[in-house]
């Protein structure tokens, strides 16, 4: 069973706050939940709303339908009630967001007992909001009896929480940002655990991304674990200093949250057109890793890693993400694996943006030359190696299928989702740097790529890589800011199979 919860407004009148509120409930009846946030670049006004599933299985996308429909605003039915059936539920009226969280609990049977809890845990206008929610209660009647099933344990968190957390086992020192939406989020999350002293880092925000970077790189190379945070324009910023950390060998972790570009492009919307820059930015030759997490989970594992490699091998290691995966919250019953935390192994000595001896001084004699190219060309063999020991893909869905379908990032979730309603194997790349070796997976298939942007790097990355060309008509590409719903996934491919 699958059930759509739409819950819109003008941004200020609480759709996130309502939103975590039914999914904190819904998990402690026992079901899976995922919800995405669709919001325009507005403080107040406008048209915000979240797009709420669960189910009694594992979930990880929207699929369109609306099955109860909570309007904040009049706005919200004018734009969403096409996508609602005759038995779709729809609450509107000016009411409160509390008033409608009392309702859709009496909807959907569930005890009011953890909304009283839960407001009680918000520690503000506790007594306005029970009442609200109380006469939200009473005004509707059982319409979906949802039953308490077996507690699963499940967690529940967003991609910018599940990095955030993974730094910080992984013995994080120093966080530098400088806010750019979708990559704020890890440097909310980063500077509130800091605050409330959940861990012994320092989240520092800088006037710029290129001192962002210049900063960190300062750090690193006394000793510290640091990563950075920026967008896709931000990064743009730090590529020439990008280039120090390869040249100098500093370890220095970057998390890279794509958003529509170019230019300021579409600031609170996703899309995945920064894979380009993530792999060949900076200027020379120099090794760097490059990993891409499709869900909380894997953003978690993968953090660990970027870390683990950063440190082992002293070179720059880019976790790429996207908003959809930053602020989509995600259920899940998995414990993702962490690297333990070990010290820095940077250790203090000279650092320049040259060329060096074993002085460390700056240098121009050929043969030095030649012997740091191939110790970067090593390191980066080395690399490679030792990453065929870690998971460098999932595979999933129908293994013996003749149609193969490849995707990186936040599409994870909406292609498992269509995997039962489609024959495919679904291949997802977690490392795009070094890129692994799935030829033997895709000898005699009918490949099919699909990812969020318009020109599918993917595609040409595997054509780089294992020599093998996809054909225009089976690259499956959405670039109008959304993310993939499962049905677009499985009408899409149903056309190509």
Request: proline share 4%; charged share 25%.
């Amino acid at each position: 069973m699958r059930y759509n919860v739409l819950i819109g407004g003008q941004a200020g009148q609480g759709p996130n706050i309502l939103s975590d509120l039914i999914a904190k409930a819904l998990i402690s009846n026992g079901y899976y939940v995922f919800y995405s946030r669709d919001y325009q670049s507005l403080i107040r006004g406008g048209h915000n709303f979240n797009f709420l599933s669960f189910s009694d299985s594992p979930i990880a996308s929207n699929s369109k339908g609306i099955d109860l429909l909570i309007a904040l605003d009049e706005n919200t039915i004018n734009l969403h009630k096409k996508n609602c059936n005759k038995k779709s539920i729809i609450l509107d009226g000016n009411h409160p967001n509390m008033y409608h969280a009392g309702a859709i609990f009496k909807i959907l049977n569930m005890d009011f007992k953890i909304l009283d809890n839960e407001l009680k845990e918000l520690k503000r206008r506790y007594n306005e909001n029970i009442k609200e929610a109380t006469e939200g209660y009473k005004s509707q009647k059982t319409k979906i009896n949802l039953k308490q099933l077996k507690n699963k344990n499940l967690s529940f968190m967003n991609g910018s929480q599940a990095i955030s957390q993974a730094a910080i086992n992984s013995g994080l020192d120093f966080y530098y940002a400088y806010p750019m939406t979708p990559a704020t989020g890890v440097l909310t999350e980063l500077a509130q655990a800091m605050k409330n002293k959940k861990s012994t880092h320092k989240t520092i925000q800088m006037e710029n991304e290129i001192a962002v970077i210049n900063t960190a790189i300062g750090s690193s190379m006394i000793g510290k674990k640091v990563m950075v945070g920026t967008s896709g324009g931000g990064f743009d910023l730090m590529t020439e200093a990008l280039s120090l950390t390869g040249v100098a060998g500093i370890p220095l972790v970057i998390y890279l949250s794509q958003r529509p570009g170019p230019g300021t492009g579409v600031p609170t919307y996703t899309a995945q057109g920064d894979m380009n820059i993530a792999l060949k930015a900076g200027h020379g030759e120099f090794p760097r890793i490059v990993l891409a997490p499709g869900d909380p989970d894997e953003a978690m594992t993968l953090t660990s890693e970027a870390f683990y490699f950063s440190q082992k091998y002293r070179i720059p290691a880019i976790i790429i993400g996207d908003k959809h995966l930053a602020e989509s919250k995600y259920s899940s019953d998995k414990s993702p694996i962490l690297i333990e935390s070990k010290n820095s192994i940077t250790k203090l000595e000279r650092f320049n943006s040259y060329e060096k001896d074993k002085e460390g001084s700056a240098t121009d004699e050929p043969e030095i030359i030649i012997q740091k190219i191939k110790e970067r060309l090593q390191k980066k063999q080395e690399l490679k190696k030792e990453t065929k020991k870690f998971e460098t893909y999932n595979i999933y869905g129908t293994k013996n299928s003749k149609n193969v379908i490849i995707a990186w990032g936040s599409t994870k979730g909406a292609i498992i989702d269509a995997l039962p309603d489609i024959d495919a194997k679904f291949i997802q790349i977690m490392y795009l740097e070094p890129f692994p070796d799935i030829s033997k997976e895709l000898k005699n298939k009918n490949i099919i790529v699909i990812e969020n942007n318009a020109t599918s790097p993917l595609s040409d990355l595997i054509s780089e890589q294992l020599q093998m060309k996809i054909d225009n008509k089976n690259k499956i590409l959405k670039y109008d800011s959304r993310e993939f719903s499962s049905d677009d996934i499985v009408n899409e491919v149903k056309k190509r199979t």
